[in-house]
């Protein structure tokens, strides 16, 4: 008897992960730039803002669920699957606990913070700003990066699985 939940699930985690990786995709490649183009002062306003509004936001939801999910999924695969199926489950969890969720928690954070406490229209903002911006996208270039290719782990999974007979 096959369980096809695992494979739905891998397709679930996929999706998911290409989502929040295009999030931050958005984020690297124009939204920082944009910021960065416009008067410091404004830039600081908005990120602050963009800062303090994304916590109560599905986005957020979805990056703690993937940590979450992914871990518990590696650990149950250890004791149902075996092969490639198996190997591609825990790498997607190796990649995306430390690359998302530790850069995220570790890096962007404690970044996001320090700007929300500092009054954006001061000079130290200001200063501070550059180096938040140049530091901040590089962190997220890392989590978009991690996103994706977890994205495409868990696809890899599904194939995998799918192909040894084991869903």
């Not at 602050?48 to 695969?77: E, K, M, P």
């Not at 590089?138 to 890899?156: E, I, K, P, W």
């Amino acid at each position: 008897m096959t369980y096809d939940w695992p494979l739905y699930f891998c397709l679930f985690l996929a999706l998911w992960s290409a989502v929040v990786g295009g999030v931050f995709s958005a984020f690297s490649e124009f939204i920082m730039s944009a910021l960065l183009k416009t008067e410091a002062a404004g830039g600081i306003e908005a990120m602050q803002h963009i800062n303090r509004d994304v916590i109560r936001t599905q986005f957020v939801a979805g990056i703690l669920s993937i940590t979450l999910l992914s871990v518990l999924f590696a650990l149950y695969s250890l004791a149902v699957f075996e092969g490639a199926g198996l190997v591609t489950l825990i790498l997607a969890a190796s990649v995306y606990v430390p690359s998302v969720f530790l850069t995220t928690i570790f890096g962007n954070v404690p970044m996001n913070n320090r700007l929300d406490s500092l009054d954006h229209s001061n000079a130290a903002a200001h200063a501070y700003w550059l180096e938040y911006c140049r530091k901040w996208t590089r962190l997220n270039h890392v989590r978009s990066l991690g996103s994706v290719l977890t994205a495409g782990l868990y696809m890899t999974a599904a194939i995998a699985l799918i192909t040894s007979g084991q869903v």
